[in-house]
C-alpha cells in the first residue's frame, strides 16, 4: 500500500474545513477527523467516499471547548498514528453573548485559541518526528477588531458581552491565534515543522450559528454566491500542500493569493508574543495535566 500523507483536521464536520477535508482526500491523504457530533461526522465520512473510493479516514471525537478534552484527543491521535504530516487548526466559533465552561473559561476563547494551543503541544513531538510537516492555523481578519491585547486579562475574562461587542472579543481570539502562530515558528525548526496562519476572508459558513436568523442569511448568501467557502478553504489546502510553502513559517496569509499580511496591531512584535505564549502556558498549566 502506497504511504499517504496523513492530516489532522478540526472543525471538518462543517464549512471551511468540510470542503478541505473533501479536497484533501481528492489529493489522497489520509484523514483523521477531530468532531463532536456523531451524526456530521458520519456525513462527512460518507461524502469523503464520493470523492475518493480508496479514502481513508479516522474520527477522534472531542468537545473542544474544553483544553482538557482537547488535550486528551492528542494524546490519542498521538497514540494512534506513528508520524503525522498536516495539522489544521480550523474548528472556531463565533458567540454573540458569553458562555462559560466547565473549566471556567470563555468558550470562544477556549475554541478559538486555547484546545488549538492545546492540541498542537500535544502533537508536536509527533509532527517533529515525522518532518517535514506542517501546521495551519485558521485565522481572520476580524483580528483588526481587537482594539487592544492584554494577555493575562483576556485569556481569563469571562465578564458577560453584548451581540455588538461580541466582535471585538472575537476578533481578539483571531489576533492571539496570529499571535500564537508566529511564536511557535520561532521555536521550532522550520525545516522540520512549518507553521503559517491565514484570513480566509468572508464565509458563509455556520461560523455565526448563534446569530437569529443566521441560517436565512446563509441560505441567501449562497444563492448569490457571496462568500463562498470554496475560496476560504483554497487558502488552507495550499498552505498545507503548495511546495512554494514547504519552508515558509511564521507566515500570516491572505485569501487573496496568499498575500502576506501583518500580524494586527497590538499583537505585532515578539515580545507581546512571548508574553502572550507564557500567560497561555501558565493558565493551561493551572487547569493541570488531564
Avoid at 512571548?274 to 502556558?281: A, I, K, M, N, P
Wanted: aromatic share 4%.
Amino acid at each position: 500500500m502506497v504511504n499517504r500523507p496523513l492530516a489532522v483536521i478540526t472543525g471538518a464536520t462543517s464549512g471551511l474545513g468540510r470542503i478541505t477535508a473533501l479536497e484533501m482526500a481528492r489529493r489522497g491523504y489520509r484523514l483523521g477527523i477531530v468532531a463532536r457530533s456523531e451524526t456530521k461526522s458520519q456525513a462527512l465520512l460518507d461524502e469523503l467516499k464520493n470523492v475518493a473510493d480508496d479514502v481513508r479516514a479516522d474520527v477522534f471525537f472531542a468537545n473542544l471547548s474544553l483544553v482538557g478534552e482537547a488535550r486528551r484527543v492528542g494524546r490519542e491521535i498521538a497514540s494512534r498514528y506513528g508520524r503525522l504530516d498536516v495539522l489544521v487548526n480550523n474548528a472556531g466559533l463565533h458567540a454573540f453573548h458569553q458562555r462559560v465552561t466547565a473549566e471556567g473559561l470563555a468558550e470562544m476563547t477556549a475554541v478559538n485559541y486555547l484546545a488549538p494551543f492545546a492540541l498542537t503541544l500535544q502533537l508536536t513531538s509527533t509532527l517533529l518526528a515525522s518532518a517535514p510537516a506542517r501546521i495551519v492555523n485558521v485565522a481572520s481578519e476580524a483580528a483588526r477588531q481587537a482594539g487592544s491585547i492584554t494577555p493575562a486579562t483576556d485569556l481569563r475574562n469571562t465578564a458577560p458581552y453584548t451581540r455588538r461587542e461580541s466582535m471585538a472579543l472575537y476578533g481578539r481570539t483571531k489576533l492571539m491565534t496570529i499571535m500564537w502562530t508566529q511564536e511557535l515558528a520561532r521555536r521550532l525548526d522550520a525545516t522540520k515543522v512549518t507553521v503559517n496562519c491565514c484570513d480566509p476572508g468572508f464565509n458563509a459558513t455556520g461560523l455565526g450559528r448563534d446569530l437569529p436568523g443566521s441560517a436565512v442569511l446563509q441560505r441567501v448568501l449562497n444563492t448569490l454566491r457571496v462568500g463562498d467557502p470554496r475560496r476560504g478553504a483554497g487558502i488552507i489546502v495550499r498552505l498545507v500542500t503548495d511546495p512554494a510553502f514547504a519552508q515558509t513559517s511564521g507566515g500570516y496569509l491572505s485569501v487573496r493569493d496568499a498575500e502576506p499580511l501583518q500580524c494586527p496591531e497590538p499583537g505585532r512584535g515578539e515580545q507581546v508574543q512571548r508574553r502572550l505564549w507564557s500567560e497561555t502556558v501558565s493558565l493551561l498549566d493551572g487547569l493541570g495535566a488531564a
